[in-house]
């Protein structure tokens, strides 16, 4: 059994499990466990690599305060990095996202700043306008996962590849979602590179602007939703949409009930994007003909989601539960 030397060696190299108790039709499905890494989602890559890079630049400096924009699982991925570290850390979060994120961030020295959920890009209080003003002003590091390129390298770098080697180059389709782009761009053109038949597939918000995008072509007006971390109301710089030939428009109430049903029937507990994926991936896996081998993520831990998703009065509130 391997001795790590600090919490940040134990990112990445996350196991992955077949779903084993639902439908996937004549697909095997299998979810990469990335709710495992020590910092509970799949974000704890990219801070490293983001930080990392921006020390190798030289742009951020010892001691210097580090900012982001996030839905929240960026910023406990860079509250690990800035704490090993000694980074003192700002987070700048939509006021929709989880309790249970602001709390976890408190509690783990970052400085939260909420702000409104139901604004757009170029509005003063955006969350990425705002991030990049208060950097602006005060000499802050501004990571900006949006347009920094180290994000698609740990995907192309470390979770591609893992994903290539887990299914021993036997993969038919990959599904996930966008909130940066950083997963579709990295992981979509490593396996891209390495089977040019591969299905990329983009599980998506219902509201968010990118499934009509991928599938028709068409420019809509961004809505909302209340799954956390996915669709997009814009396209980030590094975000490589045309990687996706495909696309799901996948509503809150069907995400909410398959991370539900993945707790009860698979023993995973996963957060509300994991739940659009996986619902998009059990889609593409029926609607197949022929026996494919598909692979989908657990993004990030359904802790995160106690007051919420899991929470059988917020659900009914919400018009989401199940007759
Ligand atoms: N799921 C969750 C829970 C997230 O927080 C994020 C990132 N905001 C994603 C998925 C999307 O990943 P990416 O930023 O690589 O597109």
Same mark, same amino acid.
């Given at each position: 059994?391997?001795?790590?030397?600090?919490?940040?060696?134990?990112?990445?190299?996350?196991?992955?499990?077949? #779903?084993?108790?639902?439908?996937?039709?004549?697909?095997?499905?299998?979810?990469?466990?990335?709710?495992?890494?020590?910092?509970?989602s799949?974000?704890?890559?990219?801070?490293?690599?983001?930080?990392?890079?921006?020390?190798?630049?030289?742009?951020?400096?010892?001691?210097?305060?580090?900012?982001?924009?996030?839905a929240?699982?960026t910023?406990?991925?860079?509250?690990l990095?800035?704490a090993?570290?000694?980074?003192?850390?700002?987070?700048?979060?939509p006021?929709?996202?989880?309790?249970?994120?602001?709390?976890?961030?408190?509690?783990?020295?970052?400085?939260v700043?909420?702000?409104?959920s139901?604004?757009?890009?170029g509005?003063?209080?955006?969350?990425?306008?705002?991030?990049?003003?208060?950097?602006?002003?005060?000499?802050?590091?501004?990571?900006?996962?949006?347009?920094?390129d180290?994000?698609v390298?740990?995907h192309?770098?470390?979770?591609?590849?893992?994903?290539?080697?887990?299914m021993?180059?036997?993969?038919?389709?990959?599904?996930?979602?966008?909130?940066?782009?950083?997963t579709?761009?990295?992981?979509?053109?490593?396996?891209?590179?390495?089977?040019?038949?591969?299905?990329?597939?983009?599980?998506?918000?219902?509201?968010?602007?990118?499934?009509?995008? #991928?599938?028709?072509?068409?420019?809509?007006?961004?809505?909302?939703?209340?799954?956390e971390?996915?669709?997009?109301d814009?396209?980030?710089?590094?975000?490589?949409?045309?990687?996706?030939?495909?696309?799901?428009?996948?509503?809150?109430k069907?995400?909410?009930?398959?991370?539900?049903?993945?707790l009860?029937?698979e023993g995973?507990?996963?957060g509300?994007?994991?739940?659009?994926?996986?619902?998009?991936?059990?889609?593409?896996?029926?609607?197949q003909t022929?026996?494919?081998r598909?692979?989908?993520l657990?993004?990030?831990?359904?802790?995160?989601?106690?007051?919420k998703?899991?929470n059988?009065?917020?659900?009914?509130?919400?018009?989401?539960?199940?007759?």
């Amino acid at each position: 059994m391997q001795v790590f030397q600090n919490v940040l060696e134990m990112i990445g190299n996350t196991p992955m499990v077949k #779903v084993s108790n639902m439908d996937t039709g004549p697909c095997e499905l299998y979810l990469k466990l990335e709710h495992l890494n020590p910092g509970g989602s799949i974000k704890d890559r990219i801070a490293v690599s983001m930080i990392e890079a921006a020390e190798k630049s030289g742009k951020l400096k010892p001691g210097m305060t580090i900012i982001e924009a996030t839905a929240g699982n960026t910023g406990l991925g860079l509250a690990l990095v800035a704490a090993s570290k000694g980074y003192p850390l700002k987070i700048v979060m939509p006021d929709k996202m989880s309790a249970e994120k602001v709390n976890n961030l408190k509690a783990m020295g970052a400085d939260v700043v909420r702000t409104r959920s139901d604004v757009q890009k170029g509005h003063p209080e955006y969350y990425q306008d705002m991030a990049a003003r208060l950097a602006e002003e005060n000499g802050y590091y501004y990571v900006n996962q949006f347009t920094n390129d180290a994000n698609v390298a740990a995907h192309y770098e470390t979770t591609g590849p893992e994903i290539w080697k887990q299914m021993d180059g036997k993969i038919d389709a990959f599904v996930c979602g966008v909130g940066s782009g950083g997963t579709l761009s990295g992981v979509g053109r490593f396996l891209r590179e390495r089977s040019a038949t591969i299905d990329l597939v983009l599980a998506d918000p219902e509201g968010s602007i990118l499934e009509p995008l #991928v599938n028709r072509n068409e420019k809509v007006e961004a809505g909302s939703w209340l799954v956390e971390g996915i669709g997009e109301d814009f396209i980030p710089d590094i975000c490589e949409i045309k990687l996706a030939n495909k696309a799901y428009a996948i509503s809150d109430k069907e995400a909410f009930r398959v991370a539900r049903e993945v707790l009860v029937k698979e023993g995973v507990m996963v957060g509300s994007s994991s739940g659009t994926l996986i619902a998009a991936a059990l889609q593409y896996c029926r609607e197949q003909t022929e026996p494919k081998r598909v692979v989908t993520l657990a993004c990030d831990t359904g802790n995160r989601y106690l007051s919420k998703l899991y929470n059988d009065e917020w659900m009914a509130a919400q018009n989401l539960l199940e007759k």
